[in-house]
T-cell receptor
């Protein structure tokens, strides 16, 4: 069990550019979540997948955000035409779906800074 | 809509003293309740959860939490604080049915003084 891995750890980009983040969940976990965390706040839910199916998207997830999990393993989160308000820590988590109360296992996050 | 309130931004306690970090929640129906801890530059780590049954739940590192349905609270406790417990603590809730994703509180910073 190598844990949830996120890449890159840090990303600095100019406003208007596109960015893509990757998350590799724990291998046997079929649920994958994306959260966003800003300073002084708790994580805010963005979206989640069960296997390759995207089952829920938050209203926070504007049309500039898109997430995929094409083979039910790793996931990518893309932000198009970045804005300064997108600066945040983007957290990925995974869990088993066998029981609804399976704890989430979080990665260390990708910190995005939009200049 | 579900929500979590952590009324204290920071809790200060002396090493060896008991600690309490407060959490109240709002959810339709019965809740799943969780506590997570976040150390600097690290991801959130699961501490404990309440699903059903005994209102006192024991978790990692000597932490426990007490579920109180009438007060819709799920306070985190530890009988004797350690300096190494200093971190950011998040309470989270989801309903037993329906929306799966956890809703987190804004966090409480615990500072344990030697």
């Amino acid at each position: 069990d190598t844990g949830v891995s996120q890449d890159p750890r840090h990303k600095i980009t100019k406003r208007g550019q596109n960015v893509t983040f990757r998350c590799d969940p724990i291998s046997e976990h079929n649920r994958l979540y994306w959260y966003r965390q800003t300073l002084g706040q708790g994580p805010e839910f963005l979206t989640y997948f069960q296997n390759e199916a995207q089952l829920e998207k938050s209203r926070l997830l504007s049309d500039r955000f898109s997430a995929e999990r094409p083979k039910g393993s790793f996931s990518t989160l893309e932000i198009q035409r970045t804005e300064q308000g997108d600066s945040a820590m983007y957290l990925c988590a995974s869990s088993l779906s066998e029981t609804e109360n399976s704890p989430l296992h979080f990665g260390n996050g990708t910190r995005l800074t939009v200049t | 809509a579900q929500s979590v309130a952590q009324p204290e931004d920071q809790v200060n306690v002396a090493e060896g003293n008991p600690l309490t970090v407060k959490c109240t929640y709002s959810v339709s129906g019965n809740p799943y309740l969780f506590w997570y801890v976040q150390y600097p530059n690290r991801g959130l780590q699961f501490l404990l959860k309440y699903i059903t049954g005994d209102n006192l739940v024991k978790g990692s590192y000597g932490f426990e939490a007490e579920f109180n349905k009438s007060q819709t609270s799920f306070h985190l406790k530890k009988p004797s604080a350690l300096v190494s417990d200093s971190a950011l603590y998040f309470c989270a809730v989801s309903p037993l049915t329906g929306r799966r994703a956890l809703t987190f509180g804004s966090g409480t910073r615990l500072q344990v003084q030697p």
